[in-house]
């Protein structure tokens, strides 16, 4: 039963490490949720080009966006989250 669903679970963690370096050339622990949840974004949206844009604006229209300082201070949360902030 579990052979039938690791070769998609390859292809996910293949695409996931070719994206992570071929895009980003890498990520930093720190940032790797953030670039986490963007790849499940557009991973679950990729049979559907048009409703990633429409997903961002809706998101955009009714959720704050966070701060540079709040990023990169660790002290911004997505609104979804329920963790702590990282102290740096």
């Known amino acids: 039963m579990t052979d039938a669903h690791l070769p ?3 292809i996910v963690f293949g695409n996931l490490d070719a994206w992570l370096l071929g ?3 890498g990520v930093s622990s720190k940032h790797l949720q953030a ?3 963007e790849f499940v ?3 679950n949206r990729r049979f559907w080009p048009t409703a990633a844009f429409d997903a961002v604006l809706r998101i955009g229209t009714r959720t704050a966006g ?3 300082a709040g990023i990169y201070q660790g002290t911004w949360l997505h609104p ?3 963790a702590l902030p990282q102290e740096t």
Request: cysteine-free; glycine content about 0%.
């Open 80 to 82: 979804a989250s329920s």
């Open 66 to 68: 966070p701060t540079y």
């Open 8 to 10: 998609m679970i390859h």
């Open 23 to 25: 895009t980003h050339h």
């Open 41 to 43: 974004f557009r991973f």
């Open 35 to 37: 670039y986490l949840n």
